[in-house]
């Protein structure tokens, strides 16, 4: 999305733009199925040249372009302001066409998206109800199909651009295994794990039986290196998603201090999260931890490693904040802030599973009033914990607080039960029903930390650890209001994170 000022002599002129940049769209698309066919020709068991228009309509209809113009005026918020309102209206047109003919996605469905015709397979037989005068057989192994798997045009082309690309195991084995390690792995990184070391997964993957043997030894000489044992491989990765808050009111102008600099203030924020978009990528992927799948503004998508979750979140909302916040405050009457959803997801948890759940997480921190984060943990066994919280509490980081109790948790400092005990306890009680609860709840939570001890420290330093401990876990109570769900949900959450990268089995899981 952008908005650009033109000089023009006349409307066919505009027209002309207009359509220009349509087509320089429509001429990456173009090309970039023009790759993937080129590629995959040499290994098609058919000639198929005579569809590839078929298959290619189905990649420019996924994606729409809308564009609207306006005579720019005098006064630059009024032109801008009509145009917003012309955009949106021509949006809302929603015009559309029907694939083959009028008569849309007939027959068998993509096995990925479940939503376009299925057209590529690979090197097997035909699976039921695809068409076989459309199908497209391809041999080798540039695309890696899963048995009796057939995919629409878009998701052939993300499989075969995905080459590259860590998958979400290899996101979560980083937290223990350098990436360069994780690659010596023949196929994928689903193979460093005990329950996938089977004929069944590897006949499933198209990869050969034979190869079993070499694949468990390459496996266990790595973990034999590194020293840690199979069923210690972390299985659990973060998903973050991340927007400004406001973003549209922002560009209408309604906080900025002077009407007049409106113009400026589009260029300078443009500039600004432009400069934030590239250093949320350096922050994921500055530790080898994670990966950006797209960095765009104020938008932004990426995976990391359990290992790496806090800081990288502290990163990217410290980022944002000198980047966009700081550098525009001279602007405008109010903060510039960001709201984030975090889902936390087992590597065999489908993909449009997490995706949901990260849209609706950032949903919810921008439904609790914004400037804040959402996080949910997607247990394999199918229990869901979700929080949300602010980034700051009296200027006070957070993050930084769960990042301070993890690692005393991860060091083995305090031991985890106090969470679960002191949930046991004060969850069921109604928080208005008890005047002493406030009260009774302070000093069970020291009592159950001091119990939770476990470093063998001298007695002033365990006095102290007890205590910056106390106070780190009474920072997020003292932040709730009347039932303490979310503190428990933060609590649960923190546990299994530990748990996670402690080492330790989490029941559950």
């Known amino acids: 999305r952008f908005v650009l000022k033109i000089d023009a002599n006349s409307d066919d002129e505009v027209l002309a733009m207009g359509k220009s940049l349509q087509m320089g769209f429509k001429r990456i698309l173009e090309n970039r199925f023009k790759e993937f066919w080129d590629k995959i020709k040499l290994q098609l068991s058919d000639e198929n040249d005579e569809n590839k228009d078929t298959y290619l309509a189905q990649l420019l209809n996924v994606f729409d372009t809308y564009w609207a113009s306006v005579e720019l005026g005098d006064d630059y918020r009024s032109s801008y302001l009509e145009l917003e309102k012309i955009h949106a209206a021509t949006k809302n047109i929603k015009r559309f066409k029907q694939l083959n003919n009028g008569n849309g996605e007939q027959g068998r469905k993509c096995s990925l998206c479940g939503e376009r015709r299925a057209y590529f397979y690979g090197d097997y037989k035909l699976p039921a109800f695809t068409d076989k005068d459309l199908a497209v057989k391809i041999l080798g192994s540039d695309i890696l199909f899963v048995k009796n798997e057939v995919l629409c045009t878009v998701c052939a082309i993300k499989r075969f651009q995905g080459t590259g690309f860590p998958s979400v195991a290899e996101i979560a084995l980083r937290a223990r295994i350098p990436e360069t390690e994780i690659q010596k792995m023949p196929y994928n990184a689903e193979l460093f794990y005990e329950e996938n070391l089977t004929e069944k997964y590897l006949e499933k993957n198209n990869i050969p039986v034979g190869k079993l043997p070499e694949i468990r030894r390459i496996r266990d000489k790595i973990l034999e290196e590194k020293g840690i044992s199979s069923s210690d491989l972390p299985k659990y990765y973060a998903l973050i998603m991340f927007d400004g808050d406001n973003m549209g009111r922002l560009l209408a102008g309604e906080y900025l201090r002077d009407q007049g600099l409106i113009e ?26 994670g990966k950006t799948v797209y960095a765009g503004g104020d938008d932004f998508l990426g995976f990391v490693s359990l290992s790496a979750l806090m800081q990288t979140l502290k990163g990217l909302h410290k980022a944002f904040k000198e980047l966009v916040n700081d550098r525009l405050q001279g602007y405008v009457r109010k903060k510039i802030t960001m709201s984030a959803g975090i889902v936390i997801a087992h590597y065999k948890t489908p993909l449009k599973t997490v995706l949901d759940w990260a849209r609706r997480m950032e949903k919810e921190a921008k439904g609790s009033g914004r400037d804040a984060f959402a996080i949910a943990v997607l247990k394999h066994s199918g229990e869901i914990h979700k929080t949300v919280w602010k980034w700051n509490d009296d200027e006070v980081s957070n993050i930084e607080r769960l990042e301070k109790i993890l690692e005393m948790l991860i060091s083995k400092k305090f031991s985890t039960n106090f969470i679960q005990t002191l949930e046991k306890e004060f969850l069921k009680l109604t928080h208005t029903d008890n005047p002493s609860y406030d009260k009774q709840f302070d000093t069970e939570l020291k009592r159950l930390i001091a119990r939770s001890y476990m470093n063998n420290s001298n007695k002033k330093d365990k006095k102290k650890e007890q205590r910056e401990s106390y106070e780190l876990c009474n920072a997020f109570y003292i932040q709730i209001e009347k039932q303490p769900d979310d503190y428990f949900s933060l609590m649960r959450i923190v546990d299994f994170i530990a748990r996670q990268l402690g080492g330790e089995r989490w029941y559950g899981s």
């Open 264 to 289: 400026e203030f589009h260029k300078e924020l443009s500039k600004a999260l432009s400069e934030n978009a590239k250093k949320a990528e350096e922050v994921i992927e500055g530790n080898r931890c």
